[in-house]
């Protein structure tokens, strides 16, 4: 078990799973640039841990995140913007599954979509606030467009709405919406769920559900049937189908999956 607090965002590592929690609750999480230079810095750091299988994103206070820091700056010099935050959650080997307990807006819906499992408490809101400021949902379009429909697009980018978290879901911005008291067992058992697959495995998916829907099918049928003989021809495989007939589990399923010892109290969301 490891684990450190880097100012604006807490970071630990137990059970092969890494936590990377914003801890700014007094400004909501917004995203200030030591928000963003800690949200960078731990998502590589846990991208580069091998003992790492699943990074969960987290938050404390009533605030999963408010968006873009309206304060008029502190400063502080931006080592990652939003898009690079954004591109280093999907382009994370390891799933990042989100835990939402509070509201969730503009540049939080954001980092919400671009997570590849996101769960919210019921009591979650979530906004594309932008408009109502005279501006638009630009760098946040990249992933939350792929995950909607044109129609749900256009109510919830024009109108500025916010929307209770089954609403979010249904528009496929987020996994899905649970009460609040079964928050952490819905995150806790996607994450079991996720550390059974196979490292390499898991990475592979990922990456194929990005790139397939931009290749033209012939590349797409020969370049997966590649990918195909070479997983199949793995260690990793070969692991996996020995546990198989062997009834047991594979030798990269952490004894302790889905434990999260480590995780900050987070409160639940306000009205």
């Known amino acids: 078990m490891s684990g450190d607090a880097g100012g604006a965002v807490v970071f630990a590592v137990a059970g092969g799973v890494a936590t990377v929690t914003m801890d700014r609750p007094a400004n909501r999480n917004a995203l200030t640039p030591e928000l963003l230079n800690g949200l960078g810095d731990r998502l590589e750091a846990a991208q580069a841990d091998p003992a790492v299988r699943v990074i969960v994103l987290g938050h404390?206070?009533?605030?999963?995140c408010a968006g873009a820091d309206l304060s008029g700056g502190s400063g502080v010099e931006a080592r990652f913007g939003l898009a690079d935050v954004l591109a280093l959650i999907q382009d994370?080997?390891?799933?990042?599954?989100?835990?939402?307990a509070g509201h969730c807006l503009g540049?939080?819906?954001g980092l919400a979509a671009a997570c590849d499992l996101s769960v919210a408490a019921e009591g979650a809101r979530f906004g594309f606030s932008?408009?109502?400021?005279g501006v638009a949902p630009a760098i946040i379009s990249v992933v939350c467009l792929p995950k909607m429909r044109r129609g749900d697009a256009l109510e919830?980018?024009?109108?500025?709405?916010?929307?209770?978290?089954?609403?979010?879901?249904e528009v496929g911005l987020i996994s899905a919406a649970v009460p609040e008291g079964e928050l952490d067992a819905a995150v806790d058992?996607?994450?079991?769920?996720?550390?059974a697959g196979g490292p390499g495995a898991?990475?592979?998916a990922k990456e194929m559900i990005y790139d397939v829907p931009r290749m033209e099918r012939g590349e797409a049928f020969e370049r997966m049937t590649r990918l195909s003989r070479a997983l199949f021809s793995s260690p990793e495989a070969a692991e996996g189908i020995a546990a198989f007939h062997e009834k047991r589990r594979p030798a990269w399923v952490p004894?302790?999956?889905?434990a999260h010892p480590d995780r900050p109290q987070q409160q639940s969301s306000a009205p």
């Open 255 to 258: 004894a302790a999956a889905g």
């Open 189 to 195: 058992a996607i994450v079991g769920k996720v550390l």
């Open 130 to 133: 932008e408009v109502r400021l």
């Open 92 to 100: 994370s080997p390891q799933p990042v599954v989100a835990r939402i």
């Open 202 to 204: 898991l990475a592979a």
């Open 60 to 64: 404390t206070g009533p605030a999963f």
């Open 156 to 169: 919830l980018f024009l109108t500025g709405e916010r929307i209770a978290a089954a609403r979010a879901a």
């Open 107 to 109: 540049g939080g819906v």
